[in-house]
């Protein structure tokens, strides 16, 4: 029997192996059918089992030998409002990269879904119900024990194909509220191990109902170049932003935004720490409308094209270059109660802000610009073109600017009418080589202005229209401090703001016209054709004069013409001019006779050469004047007596006593005063000085008729002046020796002004007619004989004075001789009329 051979066990054994192998690999198997099941029962557990969530999953789809997992009908509601959807989430990963530390993802889709993300004042963000807060203080204890050598070994990742359509993202909080619509999103993988590998992307967005498309390359691990997109946004309406500028202080923000720029990112000359940012393309702005406590702005249409580079480093740049259009510009300065109105404004140019440093070069333009005071509803200033030519900016030190033109200026408006005139208008507005250095001393080449209109009123209380644009005045203690302090002769010291203009020049048709309204009727004074030349203004030397020419026709016939310098910024202030006026009509001004002496102006002409120095607040104004032809009438017997009790004779007399041979009439004016005294009144001064040169010019040629008293005043009666009562021999028609010399001045006074008359009455007095008596008895015939001797008498007086030559027999007026007998001197009266 020991022969026999046993049955081998081995083959049993593997049999069993075979078995088991069968029923596990079946079971893995299962269990692998059953995994998504299981995932799909697990999520939505763990899901329903958190405060307030519930969720729904629909397909799950697991392939681990591919890395893939499919998730569709995806659904998650957090209190009942749904914060997270998607119709398809899929991401597939390769894992053999595991093994060297890559996680390599080759695909990422999300499609047909939406997304919300919303977080309240001061609390974490919660996504899609998910709150981020993290209740740990401490760091993990993994990451704290971590070796050196652990650090060292990092992970590196592959993004994969990521892609996403028809997806919906709401942000929300209590300042915005954004809400993205992904169209379509598609990025390429990025490869941090591939640093020179570049990602494109490409999205079609709509953010807030604005279109947003990108596209461009993502190199986030490059050296340099990090982003290269484009970016085209169309229709952002800034009213989906308003709670945003609300809690910002900014009210009622509507308007449309649209650019399409090219936006690059990278890292400054290689610097880690720096970053660039460079924006070329289009922006713009479309009825942007927005509110702040100090302004309001109705309307804005903006346009920038061009280059703007930012340097974020330790000291930021930021570089620009391009053309900025402002168009339909509506806009309340509610704090300075103005309202600027500018329909086009265009600036080309470029610049640069390094730290707080900023220089710019640039051209500007625009148009038809107004201000407008929102009280008065009238415009305080309007322009119909600026031109600014190679404006240069160096920070602080220095800005120039090669020219400023402006057209059509118009200020200070009359009347809330948009026809309405305004108190100043310029045709054309220069300025030349314009610097301005340190921001305190201002230097302008040539400023000219043509076609200067300046229409002023003077209202019945006497001020000038244009003055309720202006503050009030300082009050009157205030003034005469100021006054006080400006005594001497002084230069300001100290850090002020000085201005230099080398040649400033008015020409070109100008015009300035005043209205005088306390008049009735109102006086108009114009000057036309007005030319002014000021040279070499300098505050910083208000020693040196500055000279000036100026020259006007004044009304149709008359001129104007003033030379000169002055020092305007001496204070107080110094001039030396001198100047002519020739032929002006005073019959225009008789309104101002009228009312300070009662006398009208029928006619005359005035020719005035004049100089008026000030120095030291001292005025010495001199004047030589002529009247040619001038014809005043009293306007009532009591202006009549007045006028003449100031001067000392009828006005008319004084008149006729001043004409020379022509008819014409000179006398010196001189005006002096202390132009520093408070509350000082030209006017009155000037009154006074006339009256007095009247007098005193009137005097002049009487004094040596003996007409005048001691007291200086003119003895006269009503419209006539006696002269001292040439005296005959008794009994006789002899000019006694002594009257024979005064008769002589007579006839030289009426030789000089042949618009004299005098009346000649001879004279029987009481020494005549006891001579008479002597000789005969009768009373009668002695009578005759004495009104026969007064009779000769006075033609022995007119042939004499008609011999000396020059005067009219119309002059010489014979009286009718009176019968009464006189007391005095024998000898003949003379009355001048």
């Known amino acids: 029997m020991s022969g026999v051979v046993q049955p081998a066990k081995v083959p049993c ?495 070109q048709n100008s015009q300035v016209r005043l209205v005088d309204s306390t008049m009735n009727p109102p006086v108009p004074v114009t000057l036309n054709d007005l030319v002014v030349q000021i040279d070499d203004l300098d505050s910083n030397s208000p020693q040196h004069p500055s000279s000036v020419a100026f020259s006007s026709a004044l009304g149709r016939y008359s001129s104007l013409t003033v030379n000169g310098h002055v020092k305007p910024f001496l204070r107080p202030l110094g001039l030396d001019l001198a100047g002519t006026l020739r032929e002006f009509n005073v019959a225009t001004i008789s309104p101002y006779s009228e009312k300070s002496i009662g006398y009208r102006l029928q006619q005359g002409q005035m020719n005035l050469d004049f100089t008026l120095p000030i120095e030291n607040g001292l005025m010495a104004f001199e004047s030589d004047i002529n009247f040619n032809q001038l014809r005043l009438e009293a306007l009532s017997v009591a202006d009549e007596m007045n006028a003449a009790q100031s001067i000392g004779l009828p006005v008319n007399l004084a008149l006729s006593l001043l004409r020379d041979r022509k008819g014409d009439i000179n006398f010196h004016l001189p005006v002096h005063g202390d132009i520093g005294v408070p509350n000082i009144h030209i006017g009155s001064i000037v009154r006074s000085a006339i009256t007095q040169t009247l007098h005193n010019t009137v005097m002049l040629p009487l004094a040596p008729l003996g007409i005048v008293a001691k007291a200086g005043n003119m003895l006269g009666i009503g419209n006539a002046l006696n002269f001292e009562r040439l005296v005959f021999e008794a009994g006789t028609a002899v000019v006694s020796k002594s009257s024979q010399d005064y008769l002589a001045n007579i006839a030289t006074l009426l030789s000089e002004r042949p618009q004299l008359s005098i009346s000649v009455c001879g004279l029987f007095s009481e020494a005549d007619q006891e001579l008479f008596m002597l000789t005969e008895s009768d009373v009668e015939l002695v009578a005759k004989m004495g009104r026969e001797l007064a009779g000769q008498r006075a033609v022995v007086v007119k042939e004499q004075l008609l011999r000396e030559g020059g005067i009219e027999t119309a002059q010489v007026l014979l009286c009718r001789p009176a019968a009464a007998v006189v007391t005095g001197a024998p000898g003949v009266d003379l009355v001048l009329q």
């Open 13 to 507: 054994r593997a049999r069993r192996w075979l078995r088991l192998s069968l029923w596990l690999s079946a079971l893995l198997v299962a269990l692998l059918c059953a995994l998504p099941f299981g995932l799909r029962l697990g999520a939505e557990y763990w899901l329903n089992d958190q405060p307030d969530m519930s969720a729904q999953l629909g397909d799950v789809d697991l392939n681990l030998f591919s890395g893939s997992l499919q998730l569709e009908d995806v659904e998650i509601y957090h209190l009942q409002q749904r914060v997270f959807a998607a119709k398809k989430m899929k991401v597939a990963i390769n894992w053999w990269p595991l093994l060297r530390r890559r996680l390599y993802v080759e695909q990422l889709i999300v499609d047909d879904g939406v997304l919300y993300l919303t977080q309240q004042q001061d609390t974490p963000l919660i996504i899609a119900g998910f709150s981020l807060a993290d209740g740990s203080t401490q760091e993990p204890a993994l990451l704290l024990e971590t070796s050196a050598a652990e650090q060292t070994s990092e992970w590196r990742f592959h993004s994969g194909h990521i892609s996403a359509q028809n997806f919906h993202v709401c942000y929300q909080t209590p300042a915005i509220n954004m809400d993205v619509v992904i169209n379509q999103l598609a990025v390429a993988p990025v490869v941090s191990w591939r640093s020179e590998l570049a990602s494109s992307f490409s999205a079609d967005l709509v953010v807030n109902g604005g279109a947003l498309k990108l596209e461009g390359a993502l190199s986030p691990f490059a050296a340099d170049t990090v982003v290269d997109t484009s970016i085209g946004l169309t229709g952002f309406k800034l009213d989906t932003l308003t709670k945003m500028f609300d809690l910002s202080g900014v009210s009622e923000t509507s308007g449309t935004i649209d650019c399409a720029l090219q936006l690059t990112v990278s890292n400054a000359n290689g610097a880690a720490r720096s970053m660039n940012f460079a924006i070329s393309g289009e922006v713009q702005a479309t009825d942007l409308r927005a509110g702040i406590p100090q302004a309001f702005l109705y309307r804005l249409n903006s346009h920038w094209a061009g280059d703007v580079t930012l340097v974020l480093a330790p000291i930021p740049e930021l570089t620009f270059d391009g053309d900025l259009v402002l168009a339909d510009v509506d806009l309340d300065l509610l704090a300075s109660g103005l309202k600027i109105e500018q329909p086009h404004l265009a600036w080309h140019g470029k610049g640069a802000v390094v730290g707080d440093r900023l220089t710019l070069s640039a051209d500007l333009s625009l148009t038809q610009s107004s201000i407008t005071d929102l009280a008065k509803q009238r415009q305080l200033f309007s322009l119909k073109q600026l031109d600014l030519s190679a404006l240069s900016i160096d920070g602080l030190a220095q800005i120039n600017i090669d020219s400023i033109v402006a057209q059509g200026v118009q200020a200070l408006q009359r009347g809330a009418e948009a026809d309405s005139s305004h108190s100043v208008a310029i045709e054309r507005t220069s300025l030349s080589s314009v610097t301005l250095a340190e921001m305190a001393q201002l230097h302008v080449t040539a400023l000219h202005l043509a076609g200067l209109k300046v229409d002023l009123k003077r209202t019945i209380n006497g001020a000038l229209d244009l003055q309720e644009w202006f503050p009030p005045a300082a009050d009157d203690d205030a003034s005469e401090q100021q006054v006080e302090s400006l005594k001497e002769p002084h230069i300001e010291t100290g850090a002020t703001f000085a201005v230099r203009v080398d040649e400033i020049k008015i020409e």
